[in-house]
């Protein structure tokens, strides 16, 4: 069987290296170099290592808590269940996580978990130490690579999928395959503020979209707290607060206990409205606190931020830095049953693009490299399944949800830049949501999506499908009419007018 797997974080490199050692002749097929993406830049960690008084239990609570109830309960039980063997492969396949004097796994903690079970590398460089060895070991392979690769559109005969459209060095051919894989990621891009790297723009949701693949959860976006809020978009990572750092407003109060118990560490959406309320409120940002940890502890738990900041002009060891929430990761995307299988025959999706059921309404920390390993693993396991005629009934091809044509859009034609996209969907589908907001960005991009020339170049395609998946952003956010998780809906009294 020939599999064609399209795009190189964890969960497409694991998929790849399982389908390989299953005995799949496997592409990989990837937009910029192998292993670039959003999982090099991961600094949180993997959750999953249980230590004295946690459990898998415990972890999947700490899920669906945090998923606000969302969550699909089979998908967290196979994401807690299968955590412990994916962990111990990452470790087989040289990825050297931190560890104690006497050899123990070194556990941090993160918002939302009740217990410290986070697994790091080198600090704050987990997603680096993990791409690495898994680009060392598919190299290592007889896995045929195609880098610098944009994936077009899927093709699609009688609703199954066999093979890609791909533009390299400006030129479209096809890629014929048994099965494809997509693998490529989120779709930070859709937003002025992101930690995404600048490919993330959603391409594979939106060619699945295309190919009549059901979507959900896209209104799910993830903002994260804390963003050095100076220079480019630059993460710092939660594990600060899991160490004990504070966040503090101008008067130097821990303002996050006003709207949580759990203060810094509750989950991820309370923190970042919280802090983007009391930005607005002071007119300026507000500042994590991690003095307390001192100079040499910060350098040797968080080397990368520790470099990055003192780069940027501020020693965090003396002084508050000043911090904003920023676009971070998608609960939502292509809908998937247990084993990656989507409502397209032939067609897989692992990892963000993927809606799994893993993080309903909001995903907790460190739990996306676990997904993406796990569930890499077990749609390479169902390659050579037979396909059910509906995958696990979770996923039924009738649902597939409609999305605005340009036949419905009734706008003049006019036109945008990607900068004015992402600034609207800031404005009107990011951290704080009104019905008025939604219905305003809804209009304006249906209006441009009217007037969107076909795509030709690979940035022209990459517009196109911020556009497209904009639209089908702001579509899901009005659909839910009720504020959960990571869609927030401000009261109506406190619309903008
Ligand atoms: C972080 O280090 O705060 C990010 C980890 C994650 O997104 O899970």
Known sequence: MHVVIVGSGIAGLTAAL???????????????????????????????VYGPGDSRERHAADTMDAGAGLSDPAAVDVLVRDGAERIAELIARGVAFDRSPDGELLLGREAAHS????????????????????????????????????????????????????LRDGVESELQADAVVLASGGAGQLYAHTTNPLGATGDGIAAA???GARVDDLEFVQFHPTVLASGPAFLISEAVRGEGATLVDDDGRRFVFDSHPDGELAPRDVVARAIARRSAAQGGPVRLDATALGADRLRERFPTIDRVTRARGF?????????????????????????????????????EVARTGVHGANR??????????????????????PWPAVADGQVPSATVPRLASDRDVDGTASVFTRATLQQLMWDEVGLLRTTRGLEHARGLLRAWRAGAPAPASAAEHEDANLLLLADATATAALTRSVGVGAHHLEAPELERV
């Open 315 to 351: 020693d965090w060891s003396v002084e508050p830095i000043p911090v904003t929430p920023a676009a971070h990761y998608l609960m939502g995307g292509v809908t998937t049953d247990l084993h990656g299988r989507t409502n397209l025959r032939g067609l897989f999706a692992v990892g």
């Open 18 to 48: 399982h389908a390989h050692e299953a005995g799949e002749h496997v592409t990989i097929v990837t937009k910029t170099a192998l292993g670039d993406g959003c999982t090099p830049l991961a600094q949180g960690g993997v959750a999953g």
């Open 209 to 211: 979209i295309r190919a």
């Open 364 to 385: 907790l920390a460190s739990n996306s490299l676990l997904e993406g390993a796990v569930f890499g693993a077990r749609a390479a396991a169902a390659l050579s399944a």
């Open 115 to 166: 217990r410290a079970r986070i697994v790091h590398s080198g600090g704050d460089a987990t997603g680096a130490a993990i791409a690495r060895a898994l680009v060392a070991a598919v190299r290592g392979t007889t896995i045929t690579i195609i880098e610098q690769a944009f994936l077009v559109d899927l093709l699609v005969t009688e609703g199954a999928v066999h093979g890609i459209r791909l």
